[in-house]
C-alpha cells in the first residue's frame, strides 16, 4: 500500500504538531501524517536511545478496539495468533494475512480485559487492517471500532527510561514485564502503560487522550532533563529497529510474503483450538511453513559492509561470480557498529552466516558484505 496522499489532500499532524515545530524539528509526511523525522542529528539521537533515553511520537499509528464476548475468537479468526490465549494486561505481537498468506500488516495486539482487545498497526495499513477486521467480524459477537482519534502515543526509549517514568507515575513499572501494559496516570494523565518498543531498548509506549499529549511530553522532557533524554524523529526510529533485527512492513514485510519468508513463522500459532482451528489464511500458511521447513527460496539475513558505501532498499545482492542472488530490503549507516549494514532478501545456498563472497551492487560497483546473524545489535539484559 503507498504511502502517499491523493492530489491536494493535507497530511494529518498529531496533538504535539506545535511543540515539534517549535523545537525546530525537520518534519516529513509520513503515511499521511506531518511527522518529526528529526529534531538535529540523527546520529546523536540514536546514541541517546542506545545509552540514555529518548522520547518519540508515534500518535500516527492506528488503534482499533474490539470488544465483546468473542472478541477473542475474532481476532483467532481475522490473525495468524492465538490472541484469545492471551492474559489480560498482556501484549502480543502478531499479524493480519490475505487468504494467500501475503501479509496485510504486523500488529501488537493488547488484551485490555476480558472481552476488550486494542490492535495497534502501522500508520500505512491502519484502514487496511480496519477494514479486514470489520469484514472479518461477520458472526462474531463482538464489535470493531476505529479508535484512531481517541489516542495520542508517545514513547520513551533506553536504559533510563525506567527511571524517568517512575518520577511521573505510581505505577507498577517494576513489576511491568516485557509485552504487558497496565492503566496508571502519568503526570496526573490517565495512561495505557505499555512495556513495548521498536528500538531493541527497555522502554515504554504511553496512550493517552490527545488532550493530555502535550502536557505529557513536556513533563517527560523535563523529567529527563538531568538524565539525557532528548525528542527523537522517525530518521533514528529506523536506524534503531534496523539494528535490532526489526522488519519494516513495506520493506521486509509485504502482501508479497508470507511470515514464514520473513523469517517470522514464530507468530503463526497452528495450535489454536478455537473457530474449529481455521482462521484466515491457514491453508497457505500451511504450505508456505512445509516449504520453509523443506528448502526456503530465500532467506532474511543480516549484511555488515566492510567499506563505507550504504546500500539502500532495492539493491541487488551478488555472489562472486556476479550472479543476483537477492534484494537489500533496509541498508542504513550503524550509528552503533560504525559501519553500513542491511538486511537482505537472500538466496538459500548464501543465507548462512559467514559467507563469503557475498557483494551489494551499489551504483554499478560490487562492494563486499559479510553476512551475519539478525540482529545486528542486542541489549544487555
Same mark, same amino acid.
Given at each position: 500500500?503507498?504511502?502517499?496522499?491523493?492530489?491536494?489532500?493535507?497530511?494529518?499532524?498529531?496533538?504535539?504538531?506545535?511543540?515539534?515545530?517549535?523545537?525546530?524539528?525537520?518534519?516529513?509526511?509520513?503515511?499521511?501524517?506531518?511527522?518529526?523525522?528529526?529534531?538535529?542529528?540523527?546520529?546523536?539521537?540514536?546514541?541517546?536511545?542506545?545509552?540514555?533515553?529518548?522520547?518519540?511520537?508515534?500518535?500516527?499509528? &492506528?488503534?482499533?478496539?474490539?470488544?465483546? %464476548?468473542?472478541?477473542? /475468537?475474532? #481476532?483467532?479468526? !481475522? +490473525?495468524? $495468533?492465538?490472541?484469545?490465549?492471551?492474559?489480560?494486561?498482556?501484549?502480543?505481537?502478531?499479524?493480519?494475512?490475505?487468504?494467500?498468506?501475503?501479509?496485510?500488516?504486523?500488529?501488537?495486539?493488547?488484551?485490555?480485559?476480558?472481552?476488550?482487545?486494542?490492535?495497534?498497526?502501522?500508520?500505512?495499513?491502519?484502514?487496511?487492517?480496519?477494514?479486514?477486521?470489520?469484514?472479518?467480524?461477520?458472526?462474531?459477537?463482538?464489535?470493531?471500532?476505529?479508535?484512531?482519534?481517541?489516542?495520542?502515543?508517545?514513547?520513551?526509549?533506553?536504559?533510563?527510561?525506567?527511571?524517568?517514568?517512575?518520577?511521573?507515575?505510581?505505577?507498577?513499572?517494576?513489576?511491568?514485564?516485557?509485552?504487558?501494559?497496565?492503566?496508571?496516570?502519568?503526570?496526573?494523565?490517565?495512561?495505557?502503560?505499555?512495556?513495548?518498543?521498536?528500538?531493541?531498548?527497555? &522502554?515504554?509506549?504511553?496512550?493517552?487522550? %490527545?488532550?493530555?499529549? /502535550?502536557? #505529557?511530553?513536556? !513533563? +517527560?522532557? $523535563?523529567?529527563?532533563?538531568?538524565?539525557?533524554?532528548?525528542?527523537?524523529?522517525?530518521?533514528?526510529?529506523?536506524?534503531?529497529?534496523?539494528?535490532?533485527?526489526?522488519?519494516?512492513?513495506?520493506?521486509?514485510?509485504?502482501?508479497?510474503?508470507?511470515?514464514?519468508?520473513?523469517?517470522?513463522?514464530?507468530?503463526?500459532?497452528?495450535?489454536?483450538?478455537?473457530?474449529?482451528?481455521?482462521?484466515?489464511?491457514?491453508?497457505?500458511?500451511?504450505?508456505?511453513?512445509?516449504?520453509?521447513?523443506?528448502?526456503?527460496?530465500?532467506?532474511?539475513?543480516?549484511?555488515?559492509?566492510?567499506?563505507?558505501?550504504?546500500?539502500?532498499?532495492?539493491?541487488?545482492?551478488?555472489?562472486?561470480?556476479?550472479?543476483?542472488?537477492?534484494?537489500?530490503?533496509?541498508?542504513?549507516?550503524?550509528?552503533?557498529?560504525?559501519?553500513?549494514?542491511?538486511?537482505?532478501?537472500?538466496?538459500?545456498?548464501?543465507?548462512?552466516?559467514?559467507?563469503?563472497?557475498?557483494?551489494?551492487?551499489?551504483?554499478?560497483?560490487?562492494?563486499?558484505?559479510?553476512?551475519?546473524?539478525?540482529?545486528?545489535?542486542?541489549?544487555?539484559?
Amino acid at each position: 500500500m503507498s504511502d502517499a496522499l491523493p492530489e491536494n489532500a493535507q497530511p494529518r499532524r498529531t496533538a504535539l504538531d506545535a511543540v515539534h515545530r517549535a523545537l525546530g524539528a525537520t518534519m516529513t509526511d509520513f503515511a499521511g501524517w506531518d511527522m518529526p523525522l528529526r529534531y538535529g542529528s540523527e546520529r546523536d539521537e540514536h546514541h541517546a536511545v542506545r545509552t540514555r533515553a529518548g522520547l518519540f511520537d508515534l500518535s500516527h499509528m &492506528g488503534e482499533i478496539t474490539v470488544t465483546g %464476548p468473542q472478541a477473542g /475468537e475474532l #481476532l483467532d479468526h !481475522a +490473525l495468524v $495468533g492465538f490472541l484469545s490465549a492471551l492474559k489480560p494486561g498482556r501484549a502480543r505481537y502478531t499479524m493480519i494475512c490475505d487468504e494467500n498468506g501475503g501479509i496485510l500488516d504486523d500488529l501488537i495486539v493488547y488484551r485490555l480485559a476480558e472481552d476488550a482487545f486494542m490492535v495497534v498497526a502501522n500508520a500505512s495499513n491502519a484502514q487496511v487492517v480496519l477494514d479486514a477486521l470489520t469484514e472479518r467480524q461477520a458472526g462474531f459477537d463482538a464489535a470493531v471500532r476505529d479508535d484512531r482519534d481517541a489516542y495520542a502515543l508517545l514513547a520513551v526509549q533506553g536504559p533510563k527510561a525506567h527511571g524517568i517514568l517512575a518520577s511521573l507515575t505510581d505505577a507498577d513499572l517494576e513489576g511491568l514485564k516485557y509485552y504487558a501494559g497496565l492503566p496508571g496516570t502519568v503526570a496526573g494523565a490517565s495512561a495505557l502503560i505499555a512495556r513495548t518498543g521498536y528500538t531493541g531498548e527497555d &522502554g515504554f509506549e504511553l496512550f493517552v487522550a %490527545p488532550e493530555h499529549a /502535550e502536557k #505529557l511530553w513536556q !513533563a +517527560l522532557l $523535563g523529567a529527563g532533563e538531568g538524565e539525557g533524554l532528548v525528542p527523537c524523529g522517525l530518521s533514528c526510529r529506523d536506524t534503531l529497529r534496523l539494528e535490532a533485527g526489526m522488519p519494516l512492513y513495506g520493506n521486509e514485510l509485504t502482501r508479497a510474503t508470507t511470515p514464514f519468508d520473513a523469517g517470522q513463522g514464530r507468530v503463526v500459532k497452528f495450535e489454536k483450538t478455537t473457530n474449529g482451528g481455521r482462521f484466515v489464511g491457514r491453508e497457505a500458511l500451511e504450505a508456505a511453513a512445509s516449504r520453509a521447513a523443506a528448502a526456503p527460496p530465500r532467506v532474511l539475513v543480516g549484511l555488515v559492509a566492510e567499506g563505507r558505501r550504504v546500500p539502500r532498499t532495492g539493491f541487488t545482492v551478488v555472489a562472486a561470480d556476479g550472479t543476483p542472488i537477492g534484494e537489500v530490503t533496509s541498508g542504513a549507516p550503524s550509528p552503533t557498529l560504525g559501519k553500513p549494514i542491511a538486511m537482505a532478501y537472500v538466496d538459500a545456498a548464501h543465507a548462512a552466516p559467514g559467507t563469503t563472497g557475498v557483494s551489494v551492487d551499489i551504483r554499478g560497483k560490487q562492494e563486499p558484505y559479510a553476512v551475519v546473524a539478525l540482529p545486528f545489535y542486542k541489549r544487555e539484559r
